[in-house]
């Protein structure tokens, strides 16, 4: 009973309304300086990369999410009276060893996903490895990407899932507007200018993969390592002249963008594999229910976890 957790806390509409709201009006914001900006976003990346250089800048995007982080815990902490556990699962205590699992598995599978495709493309690619540059990005992606990943979770599968789905009274609703939420956010990214709304598919299919491993995992654990994994090797790994993270990477992707058929690959194919695996290990059942099932009232709640600490 994930989304339950949040009447651990003391609930109200303006509670809930504030961060969401402040976090949505500075997606607008973004995405509207972007449209009307006389300079393309890819160009003022690589202008700033250039004078600044490519570490400095990627401090400079993470830095604002990892504050972000502090202010949603803090906010759950002080406003809700909600411990930081409730808000991450509904077990007794967080399962750091999903979270490795998670970040463990997908880690290997990008790791492999990306070789064998500079195995097959030759071309599309060239060595970007230098160890000095290299390690700054590393340490730097170690630590800071980690809590960048974590804000986003926290926000949107999270204290938006949670907050969403007790005044929605049903699963389903807070699935899909976390989703699509988490999609649009990425509007303002480079990839999104350079392929077009295309890219969106596989934005807002992981929003909704993340969404779906959150509710019938019923926590964030599994979420929250698959996406530090998703982006640390990503950053680490590959980058390219069009991407957000623009990085020292070990590798460096030199083809033309186009938005193919590959964009359906990791929404139709990887994902529901995913969900598979994670289904099979942690005996996942009753999707309907865990995905689109009514959220029982608090004195229901309430009555139960007094049952349970009773036996």
């Known amino acids: 009973m994930y989304v339950e957790q949040g009447y651990r806390g003391t609930i109200g509409l303006w509670k809930y309304l504030i961060l969401p709201l402040g976090f949505i009006a500075f997606m607008v914001f973004n995405y509207v300086s972007m449209l009307y ?6 160009e003022m990346m690589q202008g700033l990369i250039e ?5 400095t800048v990627l401090v400079i995007l993470l830095a604002p999410l990892a504050v972000g982080l502090v202010v949603v815990l803090g906010w759950v902490k002080l406003i809700h009276a909600q411990s930081i556990t409730s808000l991450t699962t509904s077990r007794k205590k967080i399962d750091w060893k999903r979270i490795l699992y998670a970040f463990s598995l997908w880690s290997l599978v990008t790791i492999a996903l990306i070789m064998v495709d ?19 990005l590393a340490l730097i992606g170690i630590l800071l990407i980690p809590l960048q990943t974590s804000f986003e979770e926290y926000m949107f599968r999270g204290y938006m899932m949670q907050g969403i789905g007790l005044m929605a009274k049903n699963r389903w609703v807070p699935l899909v507007i976390t989703s699509v939420l988490f999609g649009l956010m990425h509007l303002g990214n480079p990839e999104v200018e350079k392929l077009g709304y295309g890219i969106m598919v596989y934005y807002i299919g992981t929003g909704f993969f993340l969404g779906i491993i959150t509710l019938m995992d019923e926590g964030l654990e599994l979420a929250l390592g698959f996406h530090a994994a ?37 929404v139709l194919i990887i994902y529901p594999l995913l969900l598979f695996i994670f289904s099979k290990k942690y005996g996942w059942k009753q999707w309907r229910e865990r995905l689109t099932g009514k959220v029982q009232s608090k004195d229901v709640f309430l009555a139960q976890e007094a049952d349970a600490s009773s036996l």
């Not at 071309?123 to 000095?132: P, T």
């Not at 982006?231 to 186009?258: E, G, M, R």
């Open 37 to 42: 900006s006389p300079v393309g976003v890819d």
């Open 118 to 136: 500079i195995f097959l493309s030759p071309d599309d690619y060239v060595l970007n490895f230098k160890l000095g540059p290299f390690l700054s």
């Open 51 to 55: 004078q600044l250089g490519s570490n």
């Open 230 to 266: 998703n982006n640390l090797t990503a950053a680490l790994l590959l980058t390219a002249d069009w991407t957000a993270f623009q990085t020292n990477s070990i590798y460096k992707d030199v083809s033309t963008p186009t938005l193919g058929w590959d964009i359906f690959v990791p």
